[in-house]
């Protein structure tokens, strides 16, 4: 039983992040399933739209139904991409609920880390519904790995990738401590990110060099990366340049998390007491 | 790695778990006027101001005391719990809880000391409050049959078994109130900071809840600092007071002495019927004898203070002379207290 006490909590702290998210389970349906439905769906009729408008039967190096399998791709790995709403942080500290935390034999990043491990857990449980779902409902049209390894090279990437966004999130939310713009600031963020990552417009529709400068980021390697892997238009062995670029990633923003933290502690007031 | 909680709640008794010297806290904020201009002006040039929250505490509690913390609105004992308990940072001086400094406390301190803040719940709103005790138990590494025992001990003596596995936010304020206190105490901390526990509470609990925490005290030893604006919460469950007002602390001593010295006296307000005459300097002059102070006069009320012996005659003597709508009594004022304090403290 030499389980470390960080996670043991970490494992109890998950189990209740599970509760939370299931005790409404109608919730928990719309929020996760109909959301996961419905971004697809609204990206295929878009790009259907784009292609008509333009006559076109290619696009960045693909063609129409090229395109929607990227896309839907794109939609089912940012599924798994851990989400600045699943941090409430900033308002903590903006209300003073973060002072309980701060009086505990604990580090406060644990209970983020247990929000991550519970949102990587529930959604690739979803994920993989949707992508059973999605190949049985939507055969021809549903992007399919080219084999097992691509699928799990998607996987780990994405999940490693998630874990940048909340380092990178926390962080965010940490600005709480100085500012009242945090919102502003995760929303912007969210936006850029989602375009760093190609989720907005395939990469292949960018300019040349601004394309090639996106693969140095670990955005990219996050969703579209994988989602090229997955496709095939990758070769699995790319898994390894991503978890660099996503390693790289992690060691400069794990101790800048921790940085913005500590100097955040220090001018705390604890308002809201 | 600390030891899985198996410190029995009793430090040695007669040593200090907390020592502070010179403590003050400055907070920093901003100014802003009401309305368009006020947001213009803020936006171009804000004005900061500065907060003197605590100007200069010096105190030391030892192991097993239960300390009174009491003080108006706004005299600073949430930024004295905040500051002791290193949730936010002296401006100047120092402050050490278990020999370590406030600010930086290891994990083995954090786990010997708890806090309930009246304002802020410690328990998690979306889950019941087992949930939250079984989270709590993995934070400060509790043994499972000990948290048991200890849960099981600690609900029934707060009379809320029944709602352990209810969510925090469907139950009561009282309710919620003795499970704040049930989870500070399920570690058997060492010493446990309440904030104005008993705010908002009926009367009825408010009685149940000192009666506890006296027992936790003296049972466990646990050393307690219990802070309120209300002395009725403190006058019968500590030994020692600690008087806070505007920062400073004004007395620290024995609650006994000083409620011989100085509670006898009574605060009195009378509400005059609304369209009476206003009340006479001069019979307001002969109502305020040696004895008896004009604590306030606004239109159409009046608070005086009183002692206990000389109520009875100080009331006949104001029904005669002044139309009277609704009086209260009240014991052992905290502003009266405060004032005489201050008084003494000028003579002195
Ligand atoms: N975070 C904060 N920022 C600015 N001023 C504060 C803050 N917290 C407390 N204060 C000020 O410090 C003083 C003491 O407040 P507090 O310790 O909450 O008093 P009490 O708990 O005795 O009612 C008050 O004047 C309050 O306005
Ligand atoms: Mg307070």
């Given at each position: 039983m030499a389980v470390h006490p960080q996670v043991a909590l970490l494992l109890q702290a998950t189990l209740y992040e599970l509760k939370k998210v299931t005790a409404w389970r109608m919730g928990f349906f719309v929020r996760e399933i109909a959301r996961a439905l419905l971004r697809p769906l609204l990206t295929i009729f878009m790009f259907q739209a784009v292609f008509a408008a333009q006559g076109a039967t290619e696009l960045g190096g693909r063609d129409l139904d090229g395109t929607v399998r990227y896309l839907i791709a794109v939609a089912w790995i940012e599924g798994l991409i851990f989400h600045d709403?699943?941090?409430?942080l900033a308002e903590q500290i903006f209300q003073g609920y973060v002072t309980k935390y701060l009086?505990?034999?604990?580090?406060?990043?644990t209970l983020a880390l247990a929000r991550y491990v519970q949102f990587s857990i529930t959604q690739t449980g979803v994920a993989a519904l949707l992508g059973i779902g999605g190949a049985l409902l939507l055969p021809g049209v549903w992007p399919l790995p080219v084999a097992p390894e691509a699928l799990l090279a998607a996987l780990v990437l994405a999940l490693a990738g998630s874990y940048c966004f909340l380092l990178l999130y926390f962080l965010l939310n940490s600005i709480a401590f100085w500012l009242e713009v945090v919102w502003t600031l995760l929303v912007m963020t969210r936006f850029v990110t989602m375009f760093l990552a190609g989720?907005?417009?395939?990469?292949?529709?960018?300019p040349e060099p601004l394309a090639r400068a996106l693969e140095y980021g670990f955005p990219y390697w996050s969703i579209a990366g994988p989602a090229e892997i997955l496709l095939g238009?990758?070769?699995?062995?790319d898994v390894w340049t991503g978890l660099a670029v996503i390693g790289v990633s992690i060691t400069v923003l794990e101790p800048l998390r921790r940085v913005v933290w500590k100097r955040g502690l220090a001018r705390y007031g604890g308002s809201g007491m | 790695m600390t030891s899985r909680a198996e410190h029995s709640g009793k430090a040695p008794v007669g040593q200090p778990v907390l020592r502070c010297q010179g403590l003050q806290k400055v907070f920093q904020t901003h100014r802003r006027d009401p309305g368009m201009r006020g947001l213009l002006r803020s936006f171009v040039a804000r004005e900061t101001i500065e907060v003197p929250a605590l100007r200069g505490i010096d105190l030391s509690i030892e192991a097993g005391e239960f300390v009174g913390l009491i003080g108006a609105n706004g005299a600073g004992k949430t930024t004295l719990v905040k500051v002791l308990t290193g949730i936010v940072p002296a401006t100047q001086g120092r402050s050490e809880l278990f020999g370590e400094p406030s600010f930086e406390l290891s994990d083995a301190a954090k786990s010997r000391l708890s806090i309930v803040m009246g304002q802020r719940s410690?328990?998690?709103?979306?889950?019941a409050p087992l949930d939250s005790f079984l989270l709590l138990r993995e934070i400060y590494r509790v043994e499972k049959s000990d948290f048991d025992l200890r849960l099981e001990q600690l609900a029934r003596r707060l009379a809320v078994t029944e709602q352990l596995?209810?969510?925090?936010?469907?139950?009561?304020l009282g309710q919620r109130m003795r499970m704040e206190i049930l989870g500070a105490f399920l570690h058997r901390p060492q010493l446990v900071f309440l904030d104005e526990?008993?705010?908002?509470?009926d009367l009825v609990s408010r009685e149940e809840i000192r009666t506890i925490l006296s027992e936790i005290n003296r049972e466990q030893g646990a050393t307690i600092v219990l802070s309120s604006h209300d002395m009725e919460d403190i006058e019968n469950t500590c030994r020692r007071l600690l008087i806070l007002s505007e920062g400073r602390l004004l007395y620290d001593g024995d609650l006994v002495k000083l409620r011989e010295r100085l509670f006898e006296k009574r605060a009195i307000e009378l509400h005059l019927?609304?369209?009476?005459?206003?009340?006479?300097p001069a019979v307001l002059a002969e109502l305020c004898?040696?004895?008896?102070?004009?604590?306030r006069s606004s239109a159409g009320a009046l608070s005086f203070a009183v002692p206990a012996a000389r109520v009875q005659p100080f009331l006949a003597q104001v029904f005669a002379r002044l139309a009277v709508r609704d009086l209260a009594i009240e014991r052992t004022p905290l502003d009266v207290l405060v004032r005489e304090l201050f008084q003494r403290e000028g003579e002195g």
């Open positions: 709403r699943m941090l409430d009086v505990m034999p604990m580090r406060c990043f989720v907005m417009l395939p990469l292949s529709w960018m238009e990758r070769p699995v062995s | 410690q328990l998690w709103w979306d889950l596995r209810i969510p925090l936010r469907h139950l009561s526990p008993t705010i908002g509470l019927e609304p369209h009476a005459a206003e009340p006479d004898g040696a004895d008896v102070q004009l604590l």
